[in-house]
Every structure is written in C-alpha cells, then in structure tokens.
C-alpha cells in the first residue's frame, strides 16, 4: 500500500510532475503562501529545500507544514549538512506526526558555497545513511537500537545527477541508494536529454521511479552563474548560445522554451516517470512551463 | 606530520605587548619540516619584530633565541633551564602540543602561540601541504584504495560521491580534486571496486569525544 498521495500517483504509472518551493530568507511567508496556492493543484507534489546551495532561510520542515495546511502534497527535501543524527531523527519523528509522508535525502551543498561559510559543516551522516535510518525508524527503534513509542512510514527518495562528468561513481551510489531503501529519485537539471537516456539505460533495471529535475533559465548571466558557482549543474555551450543576447523578457520566454521542450522529449520518449520543475525564486513562471510543455 | 602556518606579526605583537624580556622559541621537528617553526624561522621572526617594534610606538624588547629538538617531549625541554628564568614570556613557534607541554613544564611562565596549528599532513609540492589525517580513531584506508575521504572530500562522507564535482573537482574549492573520483579511479585500477558498491556505516563519534586519552602498554 502507498504510504503517500504522491506515491500513489508514482504507481499509477501516471507522468508526475512536482515543483520546488524556495522559502523565505525571514519570516514573511506570503510570496511562499502565494506561490503554494498557485501550483498546489497543477502538480503532485511540492518539494521545499532545505537551506539551498548553504543559504540559510526558513526551513524545510516550516515549509512542507503550510503545503498541508494548504491542501497540498509535501516531499521534505532533508541534507545531512547542519543537523547530527540526532537532530535529523527528531525531526522526522515531527514531520511524520504532522502528516509528512515523503521525504528527500540529500547531503546537502558545501558550507563553502553558501552564506555562513564560517559554519561548522555537521555531515555526521550522509545521503545513503540518512536512507538506512529511515528504515531504521519504521522498524520502529531508532539508530541507538533504542525503541520507539509510535513508529513512522516515508516514501523515501533520494537525488542523482546523470549528466555528472564522471557518471561511473554516480551510478555505484545510485545503486547504494536504490539498495538502501530509496523509491524514488528526483534528479539534478537535465540540460542534455542524451546523458538522462545513457543513465536511464542504467537505473531502468532497477524498478524505482525516477523524475527528471528541470532547472528554468532566465538569462544568458543565470546559466553561467550556475555553471561556475551551482554545485553539478552543468548548461551545456549550445544552450548558452541560445539565450545569448536576448534582453530579459525574450530570455525568459526562451528559457521556458528549453524548459518545455526537455520535458516534452521526456514524456514523449517515456524516458522517466515524470518531471521535477525548479525555478529557483521565481516559481510564479511554473504553470506557463507546465502550459508550454502540454501538461 | 603536523602542519602549521605563521601568525599574522600583528596579532604576535598584541600578544607580547605586556612583556618586556622574550624567548623565541623554535621545535626541531615538524614544523621545521614545514617551514614555520625550526631555527631559521625564529632568527627570522626575531629580525622581523625588531623591525615592527622599531616601527612602532612599542617599547623595544629584548629577545633571546633557542630551538629545541621537539616542544612536545619534556625531556628536551630541560635544556630551557637557565634560560626561561630570564624571560617574561616564551613565544613558541611550536605547535599546539607543543605550546601546552610548554605551558605545563613553566607553569609560571605565559607561552604565546607564534603559529597556527592546521593539520596532520604531507607535501608533494614544495611549499605545498595537504592534509592526509584527521585522526578520526576508525581507519577505513583499506575499504578506499589508501585515499582518507574523511579529509580529503569537503563533506566527509563516505558511501562516494556527492553530485557536485565539476571536471573532476570538488565543488566547495575548484583546486582541490573530487577525492570520491580518486577513490574510484584507484580501485578501479586494483580490481576493487566492490569495496566501493559496499554500504559504509556513519561514524563512530565516540572516537571523537574530548578529552581524548589513550593507554599503550
């Protein structure tokens, strides 16, 4: 039986679509607010990072909380970058009792890239431990072996990047991960549609579902800020060339463009079981992204 | 090895400025070996405050000079005596051990750090150093090709990569190779890379736990 909505839709064998929210760097939650009534009904689920790229902002945890306040469906995105095991159990202990039911393990961005780069950098455990102790929870004991009063049951997935230059290790943790207990896997920007069919030759045999992440441009200075400072984002030199030059509002048409076509191939092709729409900070553009792409 | 790097001249000075008679103390061993802390560097540190002090609005100070073989073994700091009951301070371009033995063997004496201490580590480059040791007190080398990724990747982890390495470096410092792809690389190259595909458990952060003491009989 599925243990979430969204996990639900997976078995469907329906082509998901899910949306990242960014919160806030504050309290004011209206633009978060605004943007979660906006799209809580056009896609599956709604992801809300956790401290993205090091920048500390209102949390993951505050964020997937007025999702289901709102009626919509919350996946946690949780990195092992500034809580100990500790503080990451207690805080899925919380989610669950909230009614969270997907959760997203990641390691999370260096300290390096962010805003606090003075931070003590926690990794007590990484992405592929942060799975385990998951199962570890719903066995209904905790990581000490210490038993729990109440257990807890996620739909558990994990991130993967195949357009990584060097895709061989990726695939060794992919497969950690899928064997550590990851259902589904919600992967970095695809830029280049050849690199996801290379790396869905590989993950197909292993039954799990896998959604492709889109990552909306919205200028020539976007793209390559992200290919020198965006830890494994790569825009390739012919995607480049296509925003070149173009004044801001052209850019952003052209970006939902690129955006639109990537999905449409995937769909198409049947290449993964739905789509991951990121527009960092400007996630209003998204349904014009989902009205281009025909979904 | 230990590696440390020079303090700021600024900062020394802020430091000795209530004392007026200072022993500039070198060590013999690792931080000799770096560069930092043996006997040339403390004739130079010296000819260096001479000119700041003189700079200065300071009060000049009478130095003395002496390096020992190593700051961290009391029984090569017997050789001190007679010469720490001249001063007001010594100025150790030891590491911290070194300093906190100092501070024990004179226990009425103040010792001021003259270096930072960094890490334990080696050089393939002169003038290079890297780190090679955390000192984690759980050696995995052998389940990663002889390659630490507890200090060699910025995030420490230990199931492989994580998915931000570009041309093959690691995303919180572009100079730095990605230690996940060396580690690969290498078992790649010995036939082992079923080490890799095996799950590798956290750490043991019990290992960690100050203060740290062992017992070797």
Redesign the interface.
Known sequence: MAVSLFEEKLNSDKFVVTAEIGPPKGTDLSEMKKNIELLKDRVDALNVTDHQSSVMRYPSLGGCLLIKELGGEPILQMTTRDRNRIALQADLLFAYSRGIRNVLCLTGDSVDVGDHKDAKPVFDLDSVQLIRMIKTLETGVDMAGNKLSGKVQFFVGASCNPEADHIEPQLIKFEKKVNSGARFFQTQGIYDVTLLRRFMQFARQFGVKIIAGIIVLFSYRMATYMNENVPGVKVPPQILEELKGLDKEAALRKGIDIAARTIRTIKEEKLCHGVHIMAIGREHIIPEVLEASGL | MIVATKKPIEEILVALAPYESVLILGCGTCVTVCNVGGEREVSLLHSALRVAIANSLMQQKRFHEYTVKRQCDREFLEALKGKSEEVDAILSLACGVGVQVLADYFSDIPCIPAVNTVFMGSSSTFGIWDERCAGCGECRLYETAGICPVTRC???????????????R????KEMD?A??LI?ERLLKLDQ?DR??K?????N?GNLKRPKRVIIT
């Open positions: 910025n995030k420490g982890i230990l199931n492989g990569p994580c998915g931000g390495a570009k041309n093959g690691c995303e919180a410092n990605c996940w792809l690969y890379l890799m595909r799950y590798s458990p956290p750490r952060y």
